[in-house]
């Protein structure tokens, strides 16, 4: 019968490149470091939610009012574009430096208040001790932090900076002399609440409070098409952060209302102002009409006139018109001669000029903008030099414009003059005191009428500056949720429970994927599917080195070889002849168990009541003598190889009483040629000679990788075992056993995976397998 390997029931492997129970299994095996991992990580994540302070969100909701809303019938341009209001303007306004530092005046930010605790330490909104600040805020230059202790007996005040401590008798900081920037009193009803606890008072600079206001508060829009914006600010004190939101807002609205009654507030100034210089002219002029009657006796005029009187009455009425603009021209001039460009001037004070009314109120529509964005952005802000730019032209329009009107009101006045020249014609006949007294009249009545046309204005602009609109509707107050944004304590335990899978499994899988070794059967199928793995030994590390010493012995070693003797016999060939069979033992490098198993097989198979011989043909670095015990010295293969007259039956020997049918041939002396002799003829000449007396003959042999010894002599073999250690032998080193089995260097090679269990990542345990049913052997 052809010596061909037979097909066997361990010829198998799984075509699927992915084993996904296998792959479970491992990570599986190491369930108590994912149950550590989860322990550790949720505990974190529960001291985390447990010491970690919460931070609330607070809202509120403002409309931004537009002045011209409910002033304007809708029109085209009013449907497509709702709102003249610029939203992002608005926005910079409200979280400007100027409003925030208001809001951190009138609240006193810049003085905050902490209850210490063990491990966490809470923000208050206000102190629950009775607190006094003594200095200013804007006094305050740099950071201060003190530490105030509640005892039994007074309060403990240390300045965190200094290190400083000082003690204060009764709970009352007014009764001792101190340097400290605050009084504190504690009620006698408040003690046996507040002992033991510990408070912290911070004060900085109003510039670093803003600046920090600054940062947390956050302003947006809601929606494209809304005129609403929304004030949003984060704190741990919700009660502190709807206070600064709702003064953000009465702020903000009263510095809008501030800017809408500039220009009413400077038209009654200048009415104010012109007050005072009509009266004493009014005065005088009345003081001149009384005294020069007295003095001319006039009382009535006269009737013969009275057709010259109408005439020149009508020209005094045209006259009167003209001086009466002339005086607002100049009152005008002079205002624009003596105020500076970014006041604002006087609006609507009667002048019949329609160019110069638009004027004056594109000026300070101009100046308003100015000024605000000036505040914001800064002098050298290009939307500052631009209006700054626009306002100077207009201004030198306005100037130009009015005295323009000055000289026609003067040239009209002039033309009226002459005009009355020939009405004087017409009256010749009255007395040159009557026309003396008309001329004192008719001042007088244009100083009375400028009087009260300046007193209706004066009214319309106090009505105007007491009915300003404000500059924002209020939809929402300040609002904060109940639950807290952070921690979020779903969000950081589910995280801490990810965290306790995946850090075991990222180590884990670190270690798989760096890991190069064999460790179970599929590692050297995948590699070599076509050479079946016939058995797998288990790791005897933590027992020792053990010995198949006892026939009767149910050990899981026992067990293990009697498994691999069986295999090994269904694996060789079929012989009519009934003459031994040659069984070789070899490995790809030192240390992967060729000797140990050899030694064990040989016994396995000598339990089973068959001869056996056990030959040492690994000459170069023998150790049967070291794991049974014996000289190394001991006469044996070598000598034989080397020595014709050397018998080799002479040189075996039998060391287990137990075992009557084993003997051994050990290695002999280590030669110079270990190839030469192996392959002179001796060799294969005992191997004849032994099959006839004996069932098996097992031979160690030399590793092959390292030396041809092996390959030289692997024809005379009826079967290879070919040794795999798990967690020894590199993955990279079975592509060498591949192409010795495919190129028939080993004859009839199978594989023996020794070691299994030593590796706990890929979850095998044979103790089950071995021990099933059985004791151990004592």
């Excluded at 288990?538 to 080195?545: R, S």
């Excluded at 033992?585 to 089973?608: P, W």
């Amino acid at each position: 019968m052809a010596n061909t390997p037979q097909q066997t029931p361990f010829d198998f492997y799984d075509d699927d490149p992915v084993d996904i129970k296998a792959e479970v299994r491992r990570y599986v095996r190491y369930w108590p470091w994912f149950v550590v991992g989860l322990l550790i990580t949720l505990s974190i994540a529960i001291f985390y939610l447990r010491y970690t302070p919460n931070v609330y969100q607070t809202q509120a909701k403002v409309k931004i009012l537009d002045e011209s809303e409910g002033l304007e019938l809708p029109t085209t341009g009013f449907i497509f574009n709702r709102s003249n209001i610029n939203l992002e303007n608005e926005i910079e306004i409200m979280t400007s430096y100027l409003i925030l530092e208001k809001v951190v005046k009138d609240l006193g930010l810049n003085t905050a208040f902490y209850e210490e605790g063990n491990i966490k330490t809470s923000q208050l909104a206000q102190l629950p001790i009775g607190y006094e600040q003594l200095i200013a805020a804007d006094s305050v230059t740099t950071s201060e932090t003190y530490k105030v202790s509640v005892e039994e007996t007074g309060f403990e005040v240390e300045a965190i900076d200094t290190e400083e401590i000082t003690n204060f008798a009764n709970h009352n900081t007014y009764l001792s002399r101190h340097n400290l920037p605050f009084q504190l009193r504690l009620e006698a009803s408040q003690k046996e609440v507040l002992i033991g606890k510990t408070f912290i008072i911070s004060l900085q600079p109003i510039k670093k409070a803003t600046l920090g206001l600054k940062r947390a508060i956050e302003v947006q829009t809601i929606g494209e098409q809304s005129d609403l914006l929304q004030l949003s600010i984060k704190g741990e004190s919700r009660e502190r952060s709807e206070t600064i939101l709702n003064k953000l807002i009465d702020i903000f609205n009263q510095d809008g209302i501030e800017d809408r009654q500039l220009v009413s507030k400077r038209t009654l100034e200048f009415i104010d102002e012109r007050f005072v210089f009509l009266a004493e002219e009014l005065d005088s002029i009345e003081v001149n009409k009384q005294e020069f009657k007295q003095e001319n006796n006039l009382i009535y005029l006269e009737v013969d006139a009275q057709s010259g009187i109408e005439q020149r009455s009508q020209s005094d009425a045209e006259a009167f018109k003209i001086e009466n603009q002339l005086a607002l021209a100049k009152a005008l001039q002079e205002a624009l001669e003596k105020q500076d460009q970014t006041d604002l001037l006087p609006a609507n004070i009667g002048l019949q000029d329609n160019g110069i009314n638009a004027l004056i109120q594109d000026y300070n529509t101009i100046v308003t903008n100015l000024n605000k964005i000036t505040v914001n952005g800064g002098r050298n802000n290009p939307t500052v030099i631009a209006l700054t730019d626009q306002l100077a032209n207009v201004r030198r329009n306005i100037t130009s414009s009015v005295n323009t009107y000055i000289s026609q009101l003067e040239l009209s006045k002039s033309q009226i003059r002459s005009r009355n020249q020939r009405f004087v014609g017409q009256v010749a006949q009255l007395p040159e005191k009557e026309k003396l007294l008309r001329a004192i009249e008719r001042q007088q009545k244009i100083k009375e009428s400028l009087y009260l046309l300046l007193l209706q204005k004066r009214e319309e602009a106090a009505i105007n500056l007491a009915i300003t609109e404000p500059s924002i509707k209020v939809v929402e107050y300040a609002l904060s949720g109940e639950e807290p944004i952070a921690p979020k304590s779903n969000i950081i335990l589910m995280g801490g429970l990810l965290l306790g899978l995946l850090l075991p499994f990222g180590v884990l899988y670190l270690r798989f994927m760096l890991d190069t070794k064999v460790h179970q059967k599929e590692d050297i199928t995948k590699v070599n599917s076509e050479t079946p793995v016939i058995a797998e030994i288990p790791d005897m590390k933590k027992e020792g080195t053990k010995l198949f010493t006892n026939p009767n012995d149910r050990s899981m070693l026992a067990e293990a070889f009697r498994i691999l003797a069986a295999n090994v016999n269904y694996s060789l060939p079929l012989d009519e002849e009934a003459l031994g069979k040659v069984i070789f033992c070899t490995s790809t490098i030192k240390g992967e168990g060729k000797t140990f198993t050899s030694l064990n097989l040989s016994l396995a198979l000598s339990s089973m009541n068959k001869k056996v011989l056990l030959i040492g043909a690994d000459l170069r670095n023998p150790q049967i003598h070291t794991i049974v015990k014996v000289d190394k010295d001991q006469v044996g293969l070598s000598n034989y190889l080397h020595d014709p007259t050397i018998d080799w039956k002479t040189c075996k020997t039998s060391l287990f009483k137990a075992h009557p049918n084993h003997q051994i041939l050990f290695s002999g002396s280590i030669p110079p040629n270990p190839p030469s002799l192996l392959t002179n003829g001796r060799f294969e000449q005992l191997l004849d000679d032994a099959k006839t007396a004996f069932d098996y003959i097992i031979v160690d042999t030399a590793p092959s990788i390292l030396v041809t010894d092996t390959t030289l002599i692997a024809p005379l073999a009826d079967a290879t075992l070919y040794m795999v250690r798990a967690d020894v032998t590199e993955k990279s080193l079975l592509q060498f056993s591949k192409n010795l089995a495919e190129t028939k260097k080993l004859n009839n090679m199978l594989y023996v995976l020794n070691g299994v269990g030593a590796s706990k990542a890929y979850g095998y345990s044979y103790n089950y397998g071995y021990n099933y049913g059985y004791g151990h052997a004592k």
